[in-house]
């Protein structure tokens, strides 16, 4: 399965932040997306989403033939995690499972979830606005990967837990990348280099492959950063 | 020290017309004819200067004849005819209660927040330089008033030139009593603060108002000694408050409420107050299964602003239906009066409907405590998710108005009949149905509009000006109603006609576009 993206253009008033995207993600694989601030990272993922509507282009999945993508195809995780906040993690999840029973494949009871991502049953009782930046990221991605949707967006998903939760994640997203396809924005160079199998760097509005070819992870980082810079 | 208090000011000057700016781009209409490059435009920041110069010459003697205004006010309220007499005596008292409350350094503001925090000004010179400025405004300011004061009070002339001096001296000298003590504690707070302060403030106001009344004043010669004492502490004041090293650690101290600057924002502080009617306990739980069950479980969460808020309403409401009825059974007189109330004035109930609805405040808290997060999820975007949780949320709101709406429907014919009745027997019916209708028209009318034009954006800003609209518009034809002149049983049928062919509309509307619709605006 691949995510088919062709000549995606999005602007904000007269800026051209997407200036026509040409990029085929594939199963499997962790793309890690990388771009300087202000690049349009997080505004590529909003048009994935449909959050915005673009401008011109398309995007589809190719599953032996084109098919549109559908709201079920779509995880995202966004960087500041939003979760309902009148709810406790438990109840979070009880909804989220009674609406997406028939989808989910191998459904497991809702303590084996939380013991999956290490809520204990204690926290999982409190309202999710209670809960710290981390857990409420865990729950985010709980719920995002449970349902096993075809593509993950994560943006930054990392960059605020700390060195445990951030290793617990690492693990997780290796484990079920075969499943996926699994594009993961940061601005962390040594993350993007240790978890995601190809660098896409998006410069000046376009989306670029960096071919590892055979260089050593200094050379490679390099080279990414060079190409990062050019104006 | 000079260039420290130009660069301060032009900061200042700087940030108040980006705000200005700022304010003008979020006015619908307007905000498409002011460009970006506003912020950049040498023109447009000479312009904002000169309105700032203008706007400080006024703020300099705007609050001060405001403040002497009130006093002789004050000074006539309780010496009338003799005002001249007594002004100087509660002028003196009343600038010793403003050296409390107004003394520059220890006030908390965004300029000193961005100058000294921020920008990590040299705290010492920005606040010196600043205070030197505020006494010069002071002085400045006031001397004109208590000239023209003076002579149209017929007070000798001297008095009136030497009033602005005594005015910085006293908060020079207050100023120096608040650095020695902060030097003595290390507690960089005002000396008179929270309880002293109040109570300071009691006892010099009761020496201002009370001492007159047994004909004790402070004479002009009292004046000019208590004027030289001031000058005397003021030069030591001076000299301690050039000699006061830790400003830095005032500004930290007075400003430590000020930094969060979201406070500012009137969408945070909605955000603040919307997250806290989330209400959890343990009992609050619910027995049903998917969307009914999330949309329980909110409806539970926020009993203080549905559930509750209707009850009250309701009982309210009761009382009142109540009260009619006594009034009705135990004043006979009263009876045709009364009488016409229900037929004649059903116009009136479209907008005593419109003030009950709960659709605002329901709409509102599911977008902040909810739907602004869930959206973010793709699987809450699924038609069927939307539409499902539609469904439970307009339960919730029909129910939640009919509480109220019952109770006028069914008092309003019971009243009529009460009274003496009305010659065709189908206006109870219709009163009945058409308050009940208008009820449902307004619950489904505000859950389509918010599934329709969803107006907020992530900031939980309301984004959307067709929704600023129709809400003007909702309220405009409310009103407009109310002069409406047609027999009640046209009246009311149309009203019913109406309620249901508008909800149906509106419901197919939702159906096809919500899907498309629902989602955070940008």
Known sequence: MELVIENLKKKFDKKEVLKGINFTFEK??????????????????????????????????????????????????????????????????????????????????????????????????????????????????????????????????????DVVVAEEMKDMLKKIKKDHIIIFSTHIMELALDLCDEIVILNKGVLEKIDKENLDNEHYKNKIIDALKEE | MLDTFKIAFKLKTTYKVNAIIFSLKRIPLIKKIVPDDWYNDVNIKTLGNVFNIFREIGTLFIGKIIYLFFMFMITSLFFENEEANYILHIFIFST????????????????????????????????????????????????????????????????????????????ITMMGINIVYANKTNKYEPLFNGVPSIVATVILCILAIVLPLFNIKISNNLFLIILFILTLTSIYSIKKIFEFKDYLKIYKTTLKNVNDFDKFNNEAVLRENTQKQIEYKVKYDSNKNGYAYFHDLFVKRHRKVLTKAVNIQSLILLGILVLAILLVVFVPESHDEINRVPLKYLPYFVFIMYYLNRGTVLTQSLFINCDHSMLTYRFFRRPSVILGLFKERLKTLIKLNLEPALIIAVGLPIILYLTGGTSNNLNYIVLFVSIISMSIFFSIHYLVMYYLLQPYNANTELKSGTYKIVQALTYLVCYYMIQIQVPTLIYGVCTIIFSVVYSIISLILVYKLAPKTFKIRN
Do not use: W
């Open chain 1, 28 to 161: 499997g694989k962790i793309y890690g997306l990388l771009g300087r601030n202000g690049a349009g990272k997080t505004t590529l993922f909003n048009c994935i989403n449909e959050d915005l509507e673009i401008d011109d282009g398309s995007f589809y999945l190719n599953d032996n033939g084109k098919r549109e993508i559908k709201a079920e195809d779509i995880g995202y995780v966004v960087s500041t995690p939003n979760v309902p906040e009148f709810l406790t993690g438990r109840e979070f999840l009880k909804f989220f499972i009674d609406i997406n029973k028939e989808r989910i494949n191998d459904l497991k009871t809702i303590d084996e979830y939380l013991d999956y991502i290490k809520i204990d049953k204690e926290d999982s009782k409190k309202l999710l606005k209670d809960y710290s930046h981390g857990m409420k990221n865990k729950m985010q991605m709980l719920i995002n990967i449970i349902s096993r949707p075809n593509i993950l967006l994560l943006d930054e998903p990392l960059t605020s837990l």
């Open chain 2, 96 to 171: 010793f209660i403003g050296t409390i409350y107004k003394n520059y350094l220890f006030e908390s503001s965004n300029d000193n927040y961005y100058g000294v925090i921020l920008m990590r000004m040299n705290a010492k010179e920005y606040g010196i330089s600043n205070y030197i400025y505020y006494i010069l405004r002071t002085f400045i300011g006031f001397m004109p008033l208590t000239i023209i004061g003076a002579i149209l009070l017929n007070i000798p002339l001297y008095i009136g030139l030497l009033l602005p001096l005594f005015v910085v001296l006293s908060k």
